[in-house]
């Protein structure tokens, strides 16, 4: 499913200068790093845990459609 939506992503122009699984990786190691973070200080988001993936992940979003 991930490499769907990801393959979905490259087709539109979404991935600028990466391949799939470049970008996949990428968003593999936010989800890795947050949940890892969030699993040791339930905390360490701050009072909006949720809000704080959606804008980490809306913001590997917005760069992953610029070129390196």
């Not at 593999?28 to 988001?45: K, S």
């Amino acid at each position: 499913l991930l490499r769907e939506r990801f393959e979905r992503l490259a087709a539109a122009g979404a991935v600028a200068g990466r391949t799939v699984e470049d970008a996949m990786g990428q968003f593999n190691a936010l989800c890795e790093g947050l949940a890892t973070v969030e699993l040791r200080n339930p905390r360490a988001l701050g009072d909006d845990p949720e809000g704080a993936w959606r804008r980490a992940i809306a913001t590997l979003l917005r760069g992953l459609a610029v070129a390196p």
